[in-house]
């Protein structure tokens, strides 16, 4: 069975900061997506990563994929109170379904 | 920008009842999906939907749950005899084109009594 583990579960973190979060998974793909959720809410779609070395950038997130590490890291940059969320990566492998990580909620501290 | 449509956005029922969620896809978008997320874990995959026909399932998705695209626009998840356990955030989603990403919707939250 397909694991995705993103580390780590929970962070806070000061305004300002920088930080990466990391999206693990266990076999062999060439497809990451990342979504936001804010409490209650659905989810966005922030990337989409569709070969190794892909890295795509809006705003204070950029996104990148190492398909041989079977890595993803979505990093924030300067970050503001308004990204406090959680954070989804998700795994497409060749199936018609996509695997979701565990969550990554994040809260920027002022 | 086109949305996925769900309704209601919150089901209150009794355990043992049946339930309905709706959704409407994007006009234009072939594959449908329900995804499930109970309150503070992660998404599930519950099933796909591609040409009028189921094409993949979980686990999750036993005999108790079937989907319908009753017309051209709305796309249903049935629950037949609902469970405390099944109390979540149910999602449902389209794409076009496969494997492009998917739109979800604003989700229904159903709460089994």
């Known amino acids: 069975e397909l694991k995705v583990e993103q580390n780590p579960l929970f962070l806070s973190m000061q305004e300002g900061k920088n930080y990466t979060i990391y999206c693990n998974y266990s076999t062999t793909s060439d497809r990451l997506y990342w979504y936001r959720q804010d409490p209650g809410k659905s989810l966005e779609s922030l990337f989409v990563?569709?070969?190794?070395?892909a890295v795509k950038q809006e705003g204070r997130l950029m996104a990148s994929l190492d398909t041989k590490a079977r890595l993803s890291t979505l990093h924030i940059t300067a970050a503001v109170h308004d990204l406090s969320a959680t954070y989804f990566c998700?795994?497409?492998?060749?199936?018609?379904?996509?695997?979701f990580g565990t969550g990554t909620s994040l809260t920027v501290i002022p | 920008e086109p949305e996925v449509t769900q309704t209601p956005s919150h089901q209150v029922t009794q355990m043992g009842q049946e339930v309905i969620l709706r959704c409407v896809p994007i006009s234009n978008h072939l594959y449908f999906y329900w995804y499930r997320q109970i309150l503070g874990q992660k998404v599930e995959f519950l099933v796909s939907f591609y040409n009028n026909e189921i094409s993949e399932k979980s686990e999750i998705f036993d005999d108790q749950f079937s989907v319908e695209r009753p017309d051209g626009s709305n796309f249903t998840l049935k629950i037949r005899s609902t469970k405390l356990e099944d109390s979540a955030m149910y999602f449902c989603?389209?794409?076009?084109?496969?494997?492009?990403?998917?739109?979800f919707g604003s989700g229904t939250r159903l709460t089994v009594v």
């Open positions: 998700a795994v497409d492998i060749w199936s018609n379904q996509f695997y």
């Open positions: 989603a389209s794409n076009g084109q496969g494997r492009s990403g998917y739109t």
């Open positions: 990563l569709l070969s190794n070395g």
